[in-house]
């Protein structure tokens, strides 16, 4: 049984909880945990953690779906730091990758800068990330704030305002054009997307589907 009172939490009374897929052994994210996340995590076999910028308990998952069941919970040597291994039930970051970990300082083992061409869609994620960074914030002057305000029909418009111009320069056979007019098509595709909780991962899962 483990002795909560053994953990040490800060000055804040918080601990780090780092998150790790029971399966793969991947780091998923880290976050913090006050006494009460870890009670209602131990209690529902959920992980819920504290938000230390909305100053607020919040259940993984709950706006998401993209829950954590915790299957152990271990605490280091040093007591201050604990480990949850759980079963990802969808990706674990909110930008909609697997693992927040999805960016490296280190490529091929050097110290240089990343090249972009190994991973195209790296991109994707990062759209992600500020979408939904504008969606919460909703910053003066944002045009993605801006669309999200006015709502999934008026986002709706402009993904088929979009497709439409793919459509007129793909039929002039202007290569450029196709390829800018994609790209807004694209983002507008995401802000949709993100409009209602899909994440590109789960997009992905449903094309690895109809190759099998």
Not at 92 to 98: K, L, R, S, V
Not at 127 to 156: H, M
Not at 183 to 209: P, W
């Amino acid at each position: 049984m483990i002795e909560l009172e053994n953990i040490r939490y800060d000055e804040k009374g918080l601990v780090p909880a780092v998150v790790q897929d029971e399966g793969s052994k991947e780091v998923l994210m880290v976050a913090y945990m006050n006494k009460e996340a870890l009670h209602k995590t131990i209690e529902t076999k959920k992980a819920w953690f504290y938000s230390r910028k909305r100053k607020k308990l919040w259940q993984k998952g709950e706006t998401s779906g993209n829950f954590l069941e915790v299957k152990s919970i271990l605490y280091d040597c040093d007591e201050d730091t604990l480990l949850l291994k759980v079963v990802p039930k969808g990706p674990a970051c909110h930008t909609g990758n697997y693992s927040c970990f999805y960016r490296s300082l280190l490529e091929d083992q050097g110290c240089g800068p990343k090249d972009e061409s190994k991973d195209p869609f790296g991109i994707l994620g990062e759209l992600v990330e500020i979408i939904d960074s504008r969606f919460a914030e909703k910053p003066k002057g944002s045009y993605i704030a801006k669309l999200y305000a006015g709502g999934k029909e008026r986002i709706l418009k402009k993904v088929g305002e979009e497709a439409c111009e793919v459509i007129i320069a793909s039929m002039s056979k202007n290569k450029a054009d196709t390829i800018y007019e994609t790209a807004d098509l694209l983002f507008h595709l995401l802000i949709a997307l993100r409009f209602d909780n899909i994440t590109v991962e789960e997009v992905m899962d449903e094309l690895k589907k109809r190759r099998k």
